[in-house]
């Protein structure tokens, strides 16, 4: 009987051992260690097409493509290097100090993900894997707008010299008042427009004063409705819903452009595409301008400069930007109610001259009237500053040139 049993067991034990080998083999561990495989279909496609795409492509401001595994390889290591550092996506406000619509963030996770791709060897995977590449009709953020004007002639911009301001009529002739859903400015040459403003008039005025320019003149301000700006990392968003801009059928889209030579001779022709709604009983956005041109920095020292701001009427705000030029470093915002609740509204650590955002609420903030927006600028103006176009560093005041200074702070607002 012993033997026999002897044999029972040895041929029991064989089979717990292949048992604990199998389940081995598809431990969680092992499961997990097969997670870890990153691969570009799968985990870094994804990624790059729905947080880079849109500016890495051709006519937009990025400087190299990411559209396609090659485009992923061949730039790897500008990739981990921007992203480990938070330099990109180029999303400067600050995380979750406001909430804000659109925010172009990766994870922790999600940067670890990139990192192990490129340093486990960059496989591409399988390609029932991969998604779809983004589409885009041409270089309009939007994809082809509904109507686009031109500047009526390309402007030549010298090599040398100081910035300077031009202001071009861009005439509107439909046989019907439109609703403007979006505005997208695309300038044809980024090196050479510092900014633009985008403004309505539709008294004609502004044809004649065009008229009177001469080409040695730094320009004229046109004083009529802004609509809509651009500036160096701009992206385009539609108004919130139920909102639009109206734009009568016989009027003049006033584009003034603050030009800078890069040192060799430069053509530009800037269009403007206009993104239009059929929607019915829309409503008017508006906006309201917050600033300060007491501005002197001197040379060697870091400065400090606040907006303190009453506002002289009930606004509800959908959205925020800043504006200062390359000596600023920080740009921090907030209101303090009428029953002196203190509500944030922009914080941009690091500011950075050209990434310039239009920045939306994911909520309206309603500002009562008689709110204090208070908007603190810092400015570095030593040679630490590697944005300081001076060096070494000289004194800078308020003005529209580059090398000067500004503090503004835009917020976009809902009519009634």
């Not at 026999?4 to 048992?19: C, D, M, N, P, S």
């Not at 003149?217 to 819903?241: E, I, K």
């Not at 400090?304 to 959908?318: A, E, R």
Request: hydrophobic share 35%.
């Amino acid at each position: 009987m012993t033997p026999r049993v002897t044999r029972f067991g040895a041929l029991l034990l064989l089979l717990i051992f292949g048992l604990v080998i199998s389940l081995k083999e598809i431990s969680p561990a092992s499961a997990k260690d097969k997670k870890k495989q990153v691969v570009f279909t799968k985990d870094i496609a994804p990624l790059i097409f729905h947080n880079c795409s849109s500016c890495h492509r051709a006519g937009q401001v990025a400087p190299f493509s990411l559209l396609s595994y090659e485009d992923a390889r061949k730039h790897s290591k500008e990739i981990v290097e921007m992203t480990t550092s938070r330099r990109m996506p180029p999303w400067k406000a600050k995380h979750d100090y406001v909430k804000f619509s659109g925010e172009r963030r990766l994870s922790d996770a999600e940067i670890k993900t990139i990192k192990d791709w490129v340093q486990s060897g960059m496989e591409y995977g399988d390609d029932k894997d991969m998604p779809a590449v983004p589409k885009f009709a041409d270089s309009w953020q939007l994809g082809t707008p509904d109507l686009i004007l031109y500047m009526p002639e390309s402007m030549t911009i010298p090599p040398d010299g100081p910035d300077f301001f031009r202001v071009f009529i861009l005439p509107v002739d439909l046989p019907e008042d439109k609703y403007i859903k979006a505005i997208d400015v695309m300038p044809s040459d980024r090196a050479v427009v510092h900014h633009t403003i985008l403004s309505l008039d539709i008294s004609g005025h502004l044809r004649e004063m065009a008229k009177m320019m001469r080409q040695d003149m730094p320009g004229f301000s046109a004083p009529g409705r802004y609509l809509a700006g651009w500036a160096p990392g701009g992206l385009v968003q539609p108004y919130p819903d139920g909102y639009a801009r109206k734009l009568p059928k016989k009027s003049d889209l006033i584009l003034e452009t603050h030009f800078r030579p890069t040192g060799k001779v430069e053509s530009e022709q800037t269009a403007v595409g206009l993104y239009f709604t059929d929607k019915p009983n829309q409503k008017e956005t508006g906006d309201y301008l917050l600033f300060n041109n007491n501005i002197d920095l001197p040379p060697n020292e870091i400065s400090h400069l606040k907006i303190d701001q009453v506002i002289d009427s009930d606004l509800t705000v959908f959205g925020i930007a800043g504006h200062a030029h390359y000596l600023c470093t920080e740009i921090e915002v907030h209101a303090i109610l009428p029953n002196k609740k203190d509500i944030p509204l922009l914080w941009i650590p690091d500011w950075d001259f050209n990434w310039q955002e239009q920045y939306r609420y994911e909520k309206p903030v309603l500002l009562p009237k008689g709110t204090r927006v208070i908007a603190d600028f810092t400015f570095d103006n030593t040679s630490k500053n590697f944005r300081n176009p001076s060096n070494p560093p000289v004194r800078v005041k308020f003005g529209p040139q580059s090398n000067d200074e500004m503090a503004r702070v835009l917020l976009n607002t809902l009519g009634k």
